[in-house]
């Protein structure tokens, strides 16, 4: 099933292939929506939440009243160089955090002391006073805000330095969800479970809800993870 997320997806890697290629300059505003939406042949929704995805990434402005200008040159970096990551695409993204997060958080929950376990679970508060206000943009924040500060719990300065290369591609991968209250939900409850499971101090399991979360939001944005058969993931 073709999901919206889909959609957005193919449609943002369309407009940065032309950006890229100059179709528009730097300075020019795009075509209006509904003709840029006739010409990708998608509806106005889709687009739009394409051209939120393409602001997150530095590459166009919105201008309210005038349209949605293209930004200079050296801001239409592709994913890959904005995370450091050659030839980088969501998926390749979602696979590094599959094989990465768990294991940090397998660390994390041997070693959390209670004011640690305190500030995570403060910014889970931070997303659920989001949901219930529908304020997306707060809940994309709490929602980074919480991935990254798993990062910092951990003493490895190798992975502290990894967070910092794929934070763009994070917040990407975010923002492409970031207007559906459902995804958000489905999110914080899932977060929940890591935080409940470092809390008891088990490494096992806050891997395995870890695990379990990168794959739902692989399939929130329609990308099934490419894993192997034998990971206990599956």
């Given amino acids: 099933m073709i999901t919206s997320s889909t959609v957005v997806n193919a449609v943002v890697d369309k407009l940065r292939q032309a950006l890229t290629r100059g179709q528009w300059r730097s300075g020019e505003m795009l075509p209006g929506q509904r003709e840029l939406a006739e010409q990708l042949g998608i509806s106005r929704p889709s687009l739009r939440e394409a051209i939120t995805v393409l602001e ?3 590459l166009v402005r919105s201008m309210p009243g005038k349209g949605v200008l293209v930004l200079e040159p050296g801001t239409l970096e592709p994913l890959s160089a904005a995370s450091g990551v050659a030839g980088a695409s969501l998926e390749d993204v979602l696979q590094l955090r599959y ?7 397998g660390l994390v929950a041997q070693s959390i002391s209670s004011k640690e376990i305190g500030q995570l679970r403060l910014t889970l508060m931070d997303m659920r006073e989001a949901l219930e206000a529908n304020d997306g943009h707060a809940g994309v924040n709490a929602y980074l805000a919480f991935h ?10 190798i992975f502290q330095s990894v967070v ?15 207007n559906s209250p459902e995804h958000l939900a489905a999110r914080l409850e899932e977060n929940e479970a890591v935080v409940r499971a470092i809390r008891n101090k088990d490494s096992a399991q806050a891997s395995a809800q870890m695990r379990r979360h990168i794959l739902q939001e ?13 990971h206990p993931g599956r």
């Avoid at 094989?99 to 958080?105: A, K």
């Avoid at 990254?148 to 300065?157: M, S």
């Avoid at 290369?165 to 492409?176: D, G, H, I, R, V």
């Fill in 56 to 58: 997150t990434l530095g």
């Fill in 99 to 105: 094989t990465l997060e768990p294991f940090i958080v």
């Fill in 148 to 157: 990254e500060e798993l990062f910092t719990l951990t003493a490895n300065p």
């Fill in 164 to 178: 910092q290369q794929t934070s763009n591609a994070l917040k990407q991968s975010a923002e492409m969800l970031r």
């Fill in 218 to 230: 692989g399939l929130r944005m329609g990308i099934e993870l490419t894993i192997p058969d034998e």
